[in-house]
């Protein structure tokens, strides 16, 4: 992996101000994404994912806000550009693909118009061009009969092929970094395992950056080229995917990884739950939770501490295993 | 559009909302070509002043030069006024035809101005939130509060009653409900997924609107628009009844008025504007609430 940085985020931190208190959904994280890259960001429900993709789009509602940090593409920051500069980064430079295939279409326009629409958010082509365009772009994401079915509403498609629909859409413009959110969740194991090679496909012929939201480590293991392990809005682990899988550092991971069937098919899982994120607990966020934590754990933030050039970690136990 | 095939087909099912729209149809064919076949409404003939309708008789006094002084005559309809005639002799028929045009004219016109002002504030109100939201909902509050025809009489009063300016005022007084029901329903879509996903991909805030939330409230917009159109024509209805009406146009309530003098003498001119009104007013009822059926989701197919 040496190919060009193409998507860089620093010091994000993404909080938000409920009446209960400040909600830190997104603490600090800092993550690189290489040209034709695929990185997957894996935890549990409620470690931040998602706030940090609609972060990267600046995308987050009030009352989160995103407080600090940098978010280069192309020399620029994000956070920096005006409202009308972020808007063409929106689906021009990168683009989202949501994970409820059933609700992420418009149900009263037919699926081609949709398609051709989101090609005539950006680009000013007429009618005909851009329902061309749709048509060519339904039949690359693998809509069977792609000009017939033009001209279905969404109700008459299934998930899967709702979801393709979907990928097609975000892939109206060319962006060179998709984010897809779970996008494969709320589909059968077959269909996943369809989409999955779609975004395969799609890396390899467009040579485009897929930022793959999950918390399915099969999934992370099929096709991650790097991964950030995520937990209460912090990044536990990060690294290569051999790295990370083949050898786990921090004890979350080793957690998440005893969550899988092991060959004898025990599961082991992880002793209590995800903390409230208005008063954290201090220190390492997952002392709680942890088997090993030391007494430095519960007093001070554990830094990101090198393993290998290309594998971090956030835990005093680094490279220890213990 | 496969989808509006499939509406009616759902609102064929509703007998009373097809009844409904026939006679809004036969209403508005009536309004558009009835003025090539008929007489001025206002051509003026007291030798057949207050003729009544086909197949009624009424006893009218009148002066007889031979007896120099006033006789009861047994006047009866004739089919060159089928509905009769008014107080000056002018043809019932024409008047009522004219006033079709006036009454429907009205009914879309306003409902069709309040129903953009509506949709516009509701949807911005929605979509922006915020303060926007919080200054567009106390202001429609503060319209809500005032009387409806209170309000309308002070605006013909103070600037005049054209038919035009009736249109204006009734529109500019009837988009509370619109933009309450927009402003609902958008607040609803905003959070659903294929907006947001929209916004991901770049869509700017008006495409957001023209293309994913007006459209999703269409069918209550329709619906709301035919069940306000009756409000309209019975408001307009009601200011030429109180006399505040434009006075150049035979409108249904301008007749109603004039007739209610000769109640007794002549009962048809002020009866028959008065069954146009109460027909339109629940055909369109009618047709809005089929309507409303035919677009839930949760209705029956038959």
Redesign the interface.
């Known amino acids: 992996m040496t190919s060009e940085i193409i998507l860089s985020i620093e010091n994000l931190k993404t909080y938000f101000f409920t009446k209960k208190g400040i909600v830190r959904a997104v603490d600090n994280i800092s993550f690189d994404i290489r040209k034709g890259e695929i990185l997957c960001i894996v935890g549990e429900s409620g470690s931040g994912k998602t706030v940090t993709a609609l972060s990267i789009l600046r995308l987050v509602e009030s009352p989160g806000k995103i407080i600090e940090g940098k978010i280069i593409l192309d020399e620029d920051n994000l956070l920096e550009l005006s409202p009308h500069k972020m808007q063409d980064v929106r689906g021009n430079k990168i683009a989202m693909v949501f994970q409820d295939p059933h609700s992420a279409l418009n149900p009263i326009f037919t699926i081609g118009d949709q398609v051709s629409e989101a090609i005539s958010a950006h680009k000013s082509c007429n009618k005909e061009d851009a329902s061309s365009q749709a048509t060519q772009l339904l039949e690359l994401v693998g809509i069977p009969l792609a000009k017939e079915r033009y001209h279905d509403y969404p109700h008459q498609f299934s998930g899967g092929m709702k979801q393709r629909v979907v990928i097609a859409m975000a892939l109206a413009c060319h962006p060179r970094v998709l984010i897809a959110d779970e996008p494969a969740t709320a589909l059968d194991l077959t269909v996943q395992a369809q989409i999955l090679d779609l975004f395969l496909e799609l890396r390899a012929r467009f040579e485009m950056s897929i930022i793959y939201i999950t918390h399915d480590l099969g999934v992370v293991s099929e096709i991650a080229d790097s991964i950030v392990v995520m937990y209460a809005g912090r990044i536990m682990e990060k690294g290569g995917s051999r790295d990370v899988l083949g050898n786990p550092v921090h004890p979350y991971t080793k957690g998440l990884m005893g969550c899988l069937p092991s060959e004898k098919g025990i599961i082991i899982p992880i002793p209590g739950t995800i903390p409230g994120l208005i008063n954290p607990p201090a220190g390492c966020i997952f002392h709680p939770r942890c088997v090993n934590a030391l007494d430095i754990c519960r007093m001070e933030r554990p830094p990101m501490t090198k393993i290998t050039d290309e594998h971090y970690v956030s835990c005093f136990l680094g490279g220890v295993n213990g | 559009m496969?989808?509006a095939a499939y509406y009616l087909e759902r609102l064929k099912g509703n007998k009373t909302a097809i009844i409904g729209l026939a006679f809004i149809i036969f209403l508005v064919l009536t309004a558009l070509i009835g003025p090539f076949f008929t007489v001025s409404p206002t051509q003026v003939n007291f030798s057949e002043k207050n003729l009544p309708p086909i197949g009624f008789s009424s006893e009218q006094s009148e002066y007889s030069a031979k007896v120099g002084g006033l006789v009861m005559t047994n006047m009866h309809g004739t089919w060159k006024h089928p509905l009769g005639t008014d107080g000056m002799g002018r043809d019932l028929l024409s008047q009522l035809i004219s006033g079709a045009r006036v009454s429907l004219l009205v009914g879309l016109l306003a409902t069709g101005l309040a129903i953009v002002i509506g949709a516009i504030i509701g949807v911005s109100s929605a979509y922006f939130?915020?303060i926007a939201d919080s200054i567009l909902m106390r202001f429609t509050d503060i319209m809500i509060t005032f009387p409806f025809l209170l309000l309308l009489i002070l605006i013909v009063y103070m600037f005049g009653s054209s038919l035009a300016l009736i249109i204006l005022s009734i529109g500019l007084t009837g988009w509370t409900g619109t933009a309450r029901l927009v402003r609902s329903e958008t607040l609803s879509l905003r959070t659903?997924?294929?907006v947001?996903?929209?916004?991901?991909?770049?869509?700017?805030d008006l495409?957001i609107i023209f293309?994913?939330l007006l459209?999703?409230t269409i069918s209550s917009i329709i619906v709301l628009a035919t069940l306000s159109i009756p409000g309209a024509i019975l408001a307009e209805a009601a200011l030429s009844f109180i006399g505040l009406g434009d006075p150049q146009v035979a409108s249904w309530g301008n007749i109603l008025n004039a007739g209610q003098n000769d109640l007794q003498a002549a009962w048809w001119i002020a009866v028959e504007p008065g069954i146009m009104l109460f027909f339109t007013v629940i055909s369109f009822n009618f047709l809005g609430e089929g309507l409303r059926d035919a677009f839930d989701p949760k209705g029956d197919y038959n």
Request: aromatic fraction near 10%; glycine fraction near 14%.
């Open positions: 496969k989808l939130g915020g659903r997924d294929f947001i996903a929209s916004k991901a991909l770049g869509a700017s495409r293309y994913h459209p999703n």
